[in-house]
């Protein structure tokens, strides 16, 4: 199974190489491949002699219509050591890019590799993509392809938010929730990729990386791989399947959807559910944005303490865990909660004078795009 774990450790011991598998790019470009042409694409996380993203774009580099592609690594690549003997000076910092520019017999991996051991380039700085010499070249650039750094994911976006730039990028789902992402969001200026979902994907990382996922495998070269939940691209490109609307079948009942406590909103649990014939303020699930249509629905907030919109805050709770053991904390006041007639058996609830409560993870809070003031 994948690991959101493996996600955490790489943030917390700032391990970030996970390199994309071909397979899931190539699944997600398809749907923008009319959007490259005449396009200089810039992967600015990507050491060419492993990125597959850079492999799929020198492949495709005539049939997609590129007018440049620029790949640029970072120099604690671990490859990058590998491929020091290449250069005249070994002592040289393994930082370096390559770009391509015209027609290319790049058909096979096979050519990729000869074709980067042939025109790679050192940069005279580290290519960190914060760099002068990588925003330049971002300023050249037209779209941005690849899998930035877990541990900075919101400065990355920023800076791409910042230069106006088109991109279609890779991160965790919970960066949904966070303050730099989620205006974005709302503001339909990101929104989610096309190709992946729900499960998990597969990475490969560098052959020093322990592996701590609980999803991992190594081939028969060696080379180390794991599995990771909670993936998705993120993207300000358009698309067509972001314009379908999700058919709705559910009728509203108080029952079967209850109000929050503390919002002013009913709760659903899955996005699937949302009943057709509920006009008011509905908090669904944050994975309803890989559904989101903005035809069909608005989106009005979020149930996170730094975006507001709470009717109500609660004084210290005392937390009862699933396995009985209590503690004083202030946890209700960041997500929406339900007040409950009596505890919930296997589940860790709260109490404030007297009255039962669960918190929910983040919600979406949504309405039908036809009530839009």
Same mark, same amino acid.
């Given at each position: &199974?994948?690991?959101?774990?493996?996600?955490?450790?790489?943030?917390?011991?700032?391990?970030?190489?996970?390199?994309?598998?071909?397979?899931?790019?190539?699944?997600? &470009?398809?749907?923008?491949?009319?959007?490259?042409?005449?396009?200089?694409?810039?992967?600015?996380?990507?050491?060419?002699?492993?990125?597959?993203?850079?492999?799929?774009?020198?492949?495709?580099?005539?049939?997609?219509?590129?007018?440049?592609?620029?790949?640029?690594?970072?120099?604690?690549?671990?490859?990058?050591?590998?491929?020091?003997?290449?250069?005249?000076?070994?002592?040289?910092?393994?930082?370096?890019?390559?770009?391509?520019?015209?027609?290319?017999?790049?058909?096979?991996?096979?050519?990729?590799?000869?074709?980067?051991?042939?025109?790679?380039?050192?940069?005279?700085?580290?290519?960190?993509?914060?760099?002068?010499?990588?925003?330049?070249?971002?300023?050249?650039?037209?779209?941005?392809?690849?899998?930035?750094?877990?541990?900075?994911?919101?400065?990355?976006?920023?800076?791409?938010?910042?230069?106006?730039? !088109?991109?279609?990028?890779?991160?965790?789902?919970?960066?949904?929730?966070?303050?730099?992402?989620?205006?974005?969001?709302?503001?339909?200026?990101?929104? &989610?990729?096309?190709?992946?979902?729900?499960?998990?994907?597969?990475?490969?990382?560098?052959?020093?990386?322990?592996?701590?996922?609980?999803?991992?495998?190594?081939?028969? !070269?060696?080379?180390?791989?794991?599995?990771?939940?909670?993936?998705?691209?993120?993207?300000?490109?358009?698309?067509?399947?972001?314009?379908?609307? &999700?058919?709705?079948?559910?009728?509203?009942?108080?029952?079967?959807?209850?109000?929050?406590?503390?919002?002013?909103?009913?709760?659903?649990?899955?996005?699937?559910?949302?009943?057709?014939?509920?006009?008011?303020?509905?908090?669904?699930?944050?994975?309803?944005?890989?559904?989101?249509?903005?035809?069909?629905?608005?989106?009005?907030?979020?149930?996170?303490?730094?975006?507001?919109?709470?009717?109500?805050?609660?004084? !210290? !709770?005392?937390?009862?865990?699933?396995?009985?053991?209590?503690?004083?904390?202030?946890?209700?006041?960041?997500?929406?909660?339900?007040?409950?007639?009596?505890?919930?058996?296997?589940?860790?609830?709260?109490?404030?004078?007297?009255?039962?409560?669960?918190?929910?993870?983040?919600?979406?809070?949504?309405?039908?795009?036809?009530?839009?003031?």
């Amino acid at each position: &199974m994948a690991d959101q774990a493996a996600l955490a450790a790489s943030k917390s011991a700032k391990k970030d190489e996970f390199y994309t598998q071909y397979s899931d790019i190539e699944k997600e &470009m398809y749907h923008y491949s009319d959007q490259f042409r005449n396009k200089t694409v810039f992967c600015n996380c990507d050491d060419p002699f492993e990125s597959e993203f850079f492999m799929f774009f020198a492949m495709n580099f005539e049939a997609l219509g590129l007018k440049r592609l620029i790949a640029t690594c970072y120099i604690d690549s671990p490859i990058a050591g590998e491929q020091l003997s290449l250069f005249d000076d070994p002592q040289a910092e393994p930082a370096y890019k390559i770009e391509i520019t015209g027609a290319t017999m790049i058909r096979t991996p096979a050519d990729v590799k000869e074709f980067v051991k042939g025109n790679v380039q050192h940069l005279v700085g580290n290519g960190d993509f914060r760099s002068h010499e990588c925003l330049e070249f971002l300023k050249q650039s037209d779209i941005v392809v690849t899998n930035p750094p877990f541990s900075l994911f919101r400065e990355f976006l920023a800076q791409l938010i910042a230069y106006g730039k !088109q991109f279609i990028i890779i991160g965790n789902v919970n960066a949904i929730t966070y303050k730099e992402v989620f205006p974005l969001i709302m503001d339909n200026k990101l929104w &989610m990729g096309v190709s992946i979902h729900s499960g998990d994907r597969e990475f490969r990382v560098p052959d020093h990386y322990p592996l701590q996922a609980s999803g991992f495998r190594i081939d028969e !070269q060696g080379r180390k791989y794991i599995r990771v939940k909670g993936v998705r691209w993120f993207t300000n490109m358009d698309n067509a399947q972001r314009h379908e609307f &999700m058919p709705l079948y559910k009728r509203y009942s108080p029952q079967d959807f209850p109000r929050y406590d503390n919002f002013d909103a009913i709760n659903v649990d899955v996005s699937a559910d949302i009943p057709e014939d509920y006009d008011g303020s509905i908090g669904v699930p944050i994975t309803f944005l890989d559904k989101y249509c903005p035809e069909q629905f608005q989106i009005c907030g979020i149930t996170k303490t730094w975006f507001g919109g709470a009717s109500k805050i609660y004084p !210290q !709770q005392i937390q009862v865990n699933s396995d009985g053991r209590k503690s004083t904390v202030t946890k209700l006041n960041d997500g929406a909660a339900l007040k409950l007639k009596s505890p919930p058996d296997g589940k860790t609830y709260y109490i404030v004078d007297n009255d039962y409560y669960i918190q929910l993870y983040a919600r979406v809070i949504i309405k039908k795009a036809s009530d839009r003031i």
